[in-house]
C-alpha cells in the first residue's frame, strides 16, 4: 500500500499518543518512518500495524523487551511459535502472580475499612496499619518481587 500517513493520524488510529509513536521509533519497536522533504515523518500501513500489535500487546502487559521478541518472532513467519508460546505463558504467570496479590490487598483494605471506628484521626484503623506494617493480617503485600 503506498498510502502514508502523519504521526498524528498514526498516533490516532493506533489509539496512542503521538509521543509513544516517537519513543517506539526512537528505541527501535516501530522501524524509522519516511521524511519528507520538510522532515515530516509518514508511516505506512505496516508501521500502523506494528503499532497496534505493540500497543495491544501493552494492554495485555507484555513488557517492552518481551513485544521485542514478539515482534522479531513475527517477523519470521515460517518459525516455530513455540518462542510466543514461552513468553505468552511467562505472562500469563505474571498475570496471576499479581491476581493473587490484589486479592491479598483487597482483603486487608476491606479488613481496614471493617474496623475504622469513624471516630478521629489518633483512632483510625486505616492510619494505624498504614504505618505499622505489622498490624497488616497479610505481610507479603509490602514485599518487592
Known amino acids: 500500500m503506498s498510502e502514508f500517513v502523519t ?5 490516532a488510529r493506533a489509539g496512542c499518543k503521538v509521543q509513544t509513536v516517537r ?11 519516511v521524511r519528507t522533504e520538510g522532515n515530516q515523518r509518514l508511516y505506512s500501513e505496516s508501521h500502523l500495524q506494528r503499532l497496534v500489535f505493540v500497543r ?3 494492554e495485555m502487559g507484555f513488557s517492552l523487551g518481551a513485544i521485542r521478541d514478539l515482534l522479531s518472532l ?13 513468553i505468552a505463558c511467562e505472562q500469563l504467570e505474571q498475570v496471576n502472580r499479581r ?3 490484589l486479592r491479598a490487598l483487597k482483603q486487608e483494605l476491606e479488613r481496614m475499612v471493617e ?10 484503623r486505616v492510619i494505624e496499619v498504614l504505618g505499622d506494617h505489622s498490624k497488616c493480617a497479610d505481610r507479603t503485600h509490602g514485599a518487592r518481587a
Open 7 to 11: 504521526i498524528g493520524r498514526a498516533a
Open 23 to 33: 519513543y517506539y521509533e526512537q528505541i527501535g519497536i516501530l522501524p524509522e518512518a
Open 56 to 58: 495491544h500487546a501493552r
Open 74 to 86: 513475527a517477523d519470521d513467519p515460517d518459525h516455530s511459535c513455540e518462542a510466543a508460546d514461552a
Open 99 to 101: 491476581i493473587t496479590h
Open 115 to 124: 474496623q475504622c471506628r469513624g471516630g478521629v484521626i489518633a483512632d483510625c
